[in-house]
Structure formats: structure tokens, C-alpha cells
């Protein structure tokens, strides 16, 4: 049982307004007839005490019965009054109330088939115009609201393919040389090579499940750092001094510039060690040897700027763009298997058919650069590809920081 009472539909809100229309015109035209037979009533009593002089001024006998029988007609006026009235009240509710109510009903029907469209100014009352205002308020939250469902699904899609890629590649090298070892066609003098491939894809496979958990773990909505007061500069010295030796065994060249004077920051240092390690790592991983890597550290206002670059071979342009997206590697590996496709084990190449040999060292999960932008951006910094390296360098990643007193 209702509670509350039901308020009429719009046909019956205008109706009532309609027939207090009508009954303001009749009451308007009945004043008028009473004021008419006031008049006459007047001018009929002063003839009947006035002078002489002054009779010719009012009407006669005759004339006041003969205007009084015909002061019926003066309801004739109530017709075309009420006519013209009806006429302009049902122009103006169709200007005003019809034609708006259809544009919001064809915005609406639109929005359901699929096709949202603007309403804009729709005209009408104001209330009318809040109502097509409100819609399109609306409309534009559910178009961005589509519009990032659909790049979350092309994302789930994308992602699931090429975890499914990355996962097959050295799966399918392991099973084809185990299965190789296993039927007895494999010489002796090719099993150490074999085997010595089996573990190369098992520590690769290792690296790749590291990566996707650590990315999912990271990009989870709950993950959270733990932040301290931390002196960037010594913070980064004593990282490069455990990573020098590396940088130097694999063939390449550290130049710093970190200040003297400390430069405080909220970090979490086990966390952005890895953006630090992301970034080197792939400086080694993608250039030559001999290849000149650069770190450096100032602070600008209120912020801390580190950059980290190199004299290598550069990013191009086109993949500059997405070099932060997840999965996205310097080689165009994945994109050359076509989708749905498997890879096949070719023991004459030891390599995956559809696939192009990828030199030693140049494999990678394409989700450093992700989780690194994770932190940084935890950390309430920025990074980013510099456009316009400095002087001497090919490719340069600038990591801003908002600085702690």
C-alpha cells in the first residue's frame, strides 16, 4: 500500500491549469457584463433626478431597456476570447513543454540503442532546461565511463595474450629439447648445449613469473608504500656503489653528478631500488658495449630531478609513446606471432618458429618500465622519456620528486 500520494500525470497538471484558465476568462467576462449593468443602471438613475438642462446628457427609457435586453451579448465576448486564449496557451505548451520533452525523449531512446547523443539547449522551462542540462551531464559520465571499460577490456585482452606469449616462448623451447633428450635424438656431444638451453628458458620462464607478480602486486589497488625521510643523494651513491661492478663487468661506463649536499625525500627504499635497477638494467640490456651510462641528481624548487640516461642507440619515436606500457618490449617478438597462433620448437635453429632469433641478453618481460612508473607515481613523483635528451645523450629518463623539509 502507498504511503505517499501520487502526484497527477503532466496531461492532468495541464488540464487544471487549463480550466483555471477558462474559469479566470468567464470570471473576467462576468465582471465585465456586471460593470456594463452597473453603468447603465447609474446613468438610468441620474436621468430620473437630474434637471432639465441636464436630461439631454443621459439616455432615455427606451434606450436604457433596449441596452439592458442586450447586454446578454457581451458573453458573444467570452467565445472568442476563449478561442484565442486556448489557441495561444496550446502554442505556447507545445513551444515550451512538448517540443523539449520530445528532443529529452529522442536523447533518451538514442541513449538506450546504444548511440548517445547531446540534448544541449533544449529549450523550454527552466525546470526543462535543467532536466536536458542534467542529461547531458550524465550522457558525457557514461560515455567516459564506456570509453574506459572498453580500453580496460582491450587492456584484460591484451594483457592475458601476452602473458600467454611470454609464458609459451620458453615453454615450448623446454619441452621440444627435453622431448629431444627424452627419444635418444640428441648426440653427446649435443647434450650440454641442450641442457645448458633448458635452464637458460627455465631462469627466463623464472624471471617472467617474478615480473608478472610483482607488476600484479604493485598495480593492485590495496598496495601501498612505506615511505621515510630518506637523503636521495646518499641513498643513490650507496645503490650505485653495489652496482658498479656489474655496470663495469658487463663492458660499460658510469659517469655521476650527484651533490654533496643532501636532498631529502619521502621513499621507500627497497621499493624504488628497482626503479633505479629497471632503468640501468635495460641501458645494459639494449646498448653496445662500451656504451657511456649517465646518472646524475639536482633540485629544482621545490623538487628533486634525477635523470638517467645513455649515448646508446636511442629509443625511436614510435615506441617511445608506449615504452611505459605493460608488456611492451624493444622487440617486435610478439607482434609478429599471429594471434591464436602457438609457437613450434625448431631443433635444427634451437629457436621458435614465427619468431626471430633474440641475441643473448636482449629478452625482456616489458613490465620494468610499468612498475616503475607504479612508484614513482606511489611516491607522488613523475617520470617520464625527456623528448629532448641533454647534450651527449641518445635517450634520458627524468624522475621528478617533490622534496621533504
Known sequence: M?????????FGLLTRNFLLFALTLFLITAFIYFLWNLYLDSTFFLTGIGDTASDTAFISDEEYY????????IWLLFIPLFALASGLFIRHLNRTIRRPLDKLNDAVLAQANGHP??????GGTREIRRIGESFDRLTTLLSESERRRKELDEGRQKLIADISHDLKTPITVISGYAAAINDDKVTPEEMKRYLSAIRSKSDELAEL??????????????FSLHSVRTDLCEYSREYLAKKYDEIDLAGFTLKLSIPEEPIFCMLD???FKRVFENLLSNSIRHNRLGTILFFSISKVKDTAVIRIGDNGIGIPPERAEKIFEPFFTGNEARNRTSPGQSPAFSKETGQ???????????????LGLSISRRIVELEGGTIQLS???SQGLSSEFLIRLPLTS
Open 269 to 271: 627504499e627497497f621499493q
Open 209 to 222: 613469473i617474478n615480473a608478472f607478480h610483482e607488476y600484479s602486486k604493485i598495480d593492485h589497488p590495496d
Open 117 to 122: 547523443v547531446l540534448v544541449g539547449d533544449c
Open 387 to 389: 623528448p629532448t635528451p
Open 66 to 73: 433596449r441596452l439592458y435586453d442586450n447586454s446578454w451579448k
Open 2 to 10: 502507498k504511503n505517499k500520494k501520487e502526484s497527477g500525470s503532466l
Open 352 to 366: 621458435v618458429s614465427g619468431q626471430p632469433a633474440v641475441p643473448a641478453g636482449q629478452t625482456g618481460s616489458g
